[in-house]
């Protein structure tokens, strides 16, 4: 038996297609852009002192004595003192996983949180060090912030050079649908077009006839998007509605966004065909 | 074919002025085509097969723009108003095409109420009036078959049908009766004389000079009218 599927089955299926992978792409677009965000204001709210090792090793009275003049520096919210395993973990890619008598040689860490409402500066805080004779490096994390906006940028190329991807094929599928029913009921539409229809009736009636395929295809694509984005963990883990709810935005926006060009395009091909139909 | 009409004369329905245009597939154009029919005049247009009788109803139905000339339909200049305008104007005409041009995937209730449909006539109207005309064309037990079902008898009664369906000012039949047996030939030409003699102005396509009774007859030799000749 042979298998009839019906008519602009495959465009609908080219618009699922295209839908969910535009919809993937907004989504792992604002995804990168909510993470590196935490993770730059995050950075920002901090700074980190490494206490240079003195040879004999640092004491824990001197790395308790910086503590204490940090947390007395205006602008400064909070100060943790990391313990020598916790540092020998961070540090752990640059000393080769350092361990035992070799810890006493690693510089001895200390967290500072700033108050956001005035935050520290570094130099502000290498200088309250720097009189108190203790020996101190302040970063700021400006490197890591750089890596994370850079880290924004690198993933966002792709994902907007797939979305308009995604979108420009929508637009030839919207576009496609139209023409096919135009071909299809072409003898129809001139024939209704001599017999005094109206360009805009002509022009509603073959764009109409379109738009179960083009919506339904569209709200396909969308939820398989976020079929998707949540198997892969796209959205937030641990979610809830509250953490559910951007994802869900921001993937509601793409579908929209991909229904929306199709028809246009739809739409634009619409009145093109009936133009060149109309005697 | 005539002079403009005198200010008491009926107002001009159809007036072709210098009408021309391109040869086309199996037919030598038009050239120098004039005439005037009046509201409620009946015209046939006679001639050889490829004279250019189709083309001149095609220009006529405003299905095609004339090469050059001027074209006046019911006082207005079909090419110089909106498309809308346009629209509006073709909803006045009844238009038989030579090819029929009927919708398959419409039965033939729907194709002969389409004019109706595209006037906005009201359902129930619609539904009265077409059921009555399939009736008159010998159609009615055809009214729920498509236009595939039908002979191509049927088919030219379905057309004519239509044509009248939307109560036109102007009815153009391009060989309205061509492939009609003659008894269903001479109920279509007495339909189509009874809406003329009620004021409809009527424009006829035929190889037959001797069709109707025509009061205007115009004569195409290779896309040129042939001067009148008068007894």
Avoid: Y
């Avoid at chain 1, 101190?136 to 924004?152: E, M, N, P, S």
């Avoid at chain 2, 210098?18 to 037919?27: K, V």
């Avoid at chain 2, 097969?49 to 000339?69: E, I, N």
């Amino acid at each position: 038996m042979k298998l009839q599927l019906p008519q602009g089955f495959a465009t609908f299926l080219i618009l699922a297609a295209l839908t969910a992978l535009a919809g993937l792409c907004a989504l792992g677009g604002a995804t990168v852009l909510e993470r590196t965000e935490v993770w730059r204001t995050r950075l920002a709210g901090e700074m980190t002192v490494a206490i240079r090792p003195a040879p004999a090793g640092t004491s824990d009275t001197e790395v308790i004595r910086a503590a204490e003049i940090l947390a007395g520096t205006q602008g400064v919210a909070e100060v943790r003192v990391l313990d020598r395993s916790r540092v020998a973990g961070l540090l752990a890619p640059w000393t080769a996983g350092a361990r035992g008598p070799d810890l006493a040689i690693l510089p001895r860490l200390i967290a500072v949180e700033l108050d956001i409402r005035a935050p520290a500066q570094r130099q502000g805080l290498a200088d309250a060090l720097s009189a108190a004779g203790v020996r101190a490096i302040v970063d700021d994390h400006q490197g890591w912030r750089r890596t994370a906006l850079d880290l924004r940028r690198q993933a966002a190329a792709p994902l907007l050079g797939g979305l308009a991807a995604c979108l420009a094929g929508l637009a030839a599928a919207g576009s496609l649908s139209v023409s096919r029913e135009a071909e299809r009921r072409g003898q129809a539409l001139r024939t209704r077009l001599r017999l005094g229809e109206s360009p805009g009736d002509c022009v509603r009636s073959l764009f109409l006839s379109c738009v179960p395929e083009l919506g339904l295809g569209a709200l396909l694509g969308g939820l398989i998007a976020a079929a998707l984005g949540l198997a892969s963990g796209l959205a937030t883990p641990g979610a809830n509605a509250a953490t559910l709810a951007q994802p869900a935005i921001v993937l509601g926006a793409a579908t929209a966004l991909c229904a929306v060009v199709a028809g246009a395009f739809a739409l634009v091909t619409a009145l093109r065909r009936t133009r060149d139909m109309e005697p | 074919m005539s002079d403009p009409a005198p200010s008491s004369s009926p107002p001009i329905a159809l007036r072709l002025t210098g009408l021309s245009a391109p040869q086309r597939a199996g037919t030598d154009g038009l050239e120098g085509v004039n005439l005037e029919v009046p509201e409620g005049g009946f015209l046939l247009v006679h001639g050889d097969a490829g004279a250019g009788k189709s083309l001149l109803m095609a220009m006529a139905g405003l299905a095609l723009r004339p090469g050059a000339g001027r074209l006046q339909l019911l006082g207005l200049d079909p090419w110089g108003v909106s498309r809308q305008g346009r629209a509006r104007l073709r909803r006045r005409l009844g238009l038989v095409f030579q090819d029929l041009s009927l919708i398959d995937d419409m039965t033939v209730a729907e194709n002969a109420a389409l004019p109706m449909r595209i006037a906005g006539v009201r359902p129930e109207v619609l539904r009265r009036d077409v059921g009555e005309l399939l009736t008159w064309m010998g159609l009615s037990g055809k009214a729920a078959a498509r236009p595939g079902d039908l002979n191509h008898d049927e088919c030219q009664r379905l057309a004519v049908a239509r044509a009248v369906a939307g109560r036109p000012e102007i009815i153009l039949a391009d060989e309205p009766v061509g492939w009609m047996g003659p008894e269903a030939a001479a109920r279509v030409l007495r339909l189509l004389l009874q809406l003329n003699r009620q004021g409809v102005t009527l424009v006829m396509a035929s190889r037959n000079p001797d069709l109707a009774p025509a009061p205007q007859k115009l004569e195409l030799v290779r896309g040129r009218p042939r001067p009148e000749v008068r007894p």
